[in-house]
């Protein structure tokens, strides 16, 4: 009772502050994507069962497909210095819906255009382009609402949208393994397609402006009127007598020009707010990149974002290759593999609760050291899995599989959390959220180079849907890239902590 009290104080909290319809749709789109997971295995079935393209060939067509997330800044610029009819937001939020939703239904409803790669491929990258433009975007307006509500809300926004992220990952994991053992493939493209309908038509009923920014034109009219109420009473304290018997229409006068001044200050307050976007000089385009780049060269800035740059570009990632192994040749199914990404998700928050209890305050360098020799060790048993050493002690396949998926994702967040904590603390006032989707930028782009270093690693090793010879050799090249990012941490600052700079 107490627990169900306290929950309903913070969402009534919350939406007094934000409004339900602003709320409604950050729950919505950090859901749709955790979602994403329902959908993507199925794509990774129509490359390999469908399309019989080999693990090299579906590693880098996946690695294109993604490289829309490596922009990001683009999409905060334009948004910032091109607004559409005065408004910067919610435009670019529905722009990003139509993006999210007519790929899927294309794909979805005709089996010609699916069947070719390069078409396929395509439709992928334009929904990545949609689902990236909505995350940029939905992050600008949560900076926009905390600033206009206040710091005190920016640590609820936050566990709000990571925690609908996480719930939509769980959700579409398990749903996705399911439909994927009882649904043809164009059918989950289809399903999938109402979630990004769902958001188009949410938008509609969001406000441009943050219910913060009405409240805070509304308590400067308040004060507006409270300050000529005082400067009123002020010109009357030296006058007579008579003063004393001023008639009930005089006083009713002087509330209706009080009420049409809190008015006429309110209606300029939101026009200098539409002016302001057309108006501001530093959000031209020329300077934005300017801004950016000047920002970006600064040393405290650049060798940090160098070393996380380094530790994701240098290890090939052979996701995919693993992937034809597990159903090729341990002829895992989908439902097991949905489940073992369900057990990734609660790993992940997993690893988030113990860096916040236990490592947020170590040495940056030594957080950052042990993310990595973990990441080696679950290479590790990866090589163990693919030898086939395992089966010796008794070990079955698929508990080989599940531990090393929830050890990995928890290992990563030990990586990822002091990378979005340095970031949040890197980014100098103004730019703070076109910078911060840079780092983003950066880390997305490292880590598709280090997919297309897997995809050119698996072709030059012969593996292919039939041949897994080499795969271990494969493993054991990622095991050295894995380390290797250990002997550039001096580009980390040593005195830096998990929490602070």
């Not at 958001?199 to 406000?207: G, T």
Request: some cysteine; hydrophobic content about 50%.
């Amino acid at each position: 009772m107490a627990a169900a009290a306290a929950s309903s104080w913070w969402a009534g909290r919350m939406a007094a502050a934000f409004g339900a319809p602003f709320l409604w749709i950050v729950c919505l789109i950090y859901f749709i994507q955790g979602f994403r997971s329902f959908v993507w295995t199925a794509v990774s079935y129509q490359m390999k069962d469908m399309m019989k393209l080999s693990p090299s060939a579906s590693q880098f067509l996946m690695s294109v497909a993604f490289f829309p997330w490596s922009i990001k800044p683009i999409y905060g610029i334009v948004s910032d210095c091109i607004p559409i009819k005065q408004r910067k937001r919610v435009p670019y939020l529905i722009i990003s819906s139509g993006l999210s939703l007519f790929p899927w239904l294309i794909i979805g409803l005709s089996e010609h255009l699916r069947s070719s790669s390069n078409f396929f491929t395509l439709m992928l990258v334009v929904q990545n382009l949609g689902s990236a433009m909505a995350d940029v975007v939905i992050d600008a307006m949560i900076a926009e609402a905390v600033r206009s509500e206040g710091s005190e809300f920016a640590g609820d926004l936050q566990s709000l949208s990571w925690s609908s992220m996480a719930v939509g990952g769980i959700f579409g994991s398990l749903l996705g393994g399911y439909a994927l053992s009882n649904l043809p493939l164009y059918t989950i493209y289809i399903i999938f397609s109402a979630l990004p309908l769902f958001q188009l038509v949410s938008c509609i009923f969001v406000e441009e402006y943050p219910k913060g920014f009405e409240n805070m034109v509304d308590n400067a009219a308040h004060d507006h009127a409270n300050d000529q109420n005082i400067d009123s009473t002020f010109a009357g304290e030296g006058s007579s007598e008579p003063l004393k018997y001023v008639g009930t229409r005089r006083r009713k006068g002087a509330h209706k020009k009080r009420k049409r001044r809190s008015l006429s200050i309110r209606s300029e307050a939101l026009e200098k707010h539409d002016k302001s976007i057309n108006a501001r000089p530093y959000l031209s385009l020329k300077s934005a990149f300017f801004s950016l780049c000047t920002a970006f060269k600064q040393p405290a800035i650049l060798r940090p974002m160098a070393w996380f740059f380094i530790s994701n570009a240098a290890i090939p990632n052979i996701s995919t290759v693993m992937f034809y192994y597990q159903t090729e040749v341990l002829h895992l199914e989908a439902s097991f593999l949905g489940t073992a990404r369900v057990i990734g998700w609660f790993s992940l928050m997993l690893g988030t609760y113990i860096y916040n209890r236990y490592l947020k305050h170590k040495k940056l360098r030594n957080i950052l050291m042990f993310a990595h020799v973990g990441l080696a060790i679950i290479t590790v048993l990866d090589i163990l899995l693919v030898s086939g050493l395992h089966i010796q002690y008794g070990i079955a396949d698929k508990y080989m599989v599940l531990w090393g998926s929830a050890l990995a994702d928890a290992i990563n967040q030990f990586k990822m959390m002091p990378f979005l904590i340095l970031s949040g603390q890197l980014c100098p006032p103004g730019i703070e959220g076109t910078l911060f989707a840079l780092f983003m930028s950066i880390n997305n782009l490292s880590s598709t180079l280090g997919s297309f270093l897997g995809a050119a690693l698996t072709s030059a090793l012969n593996i292919s849907s039939v041949q897994f010879d080499n795969l271990a050799l494969s493993l054991a090249v990622q095991l050295i890239g894995t380390l290797l990012p250990i002997g550039f941490l001096f580009l980390i600052p040593r005195e830096v902590t998990g929490l602070t700079s």
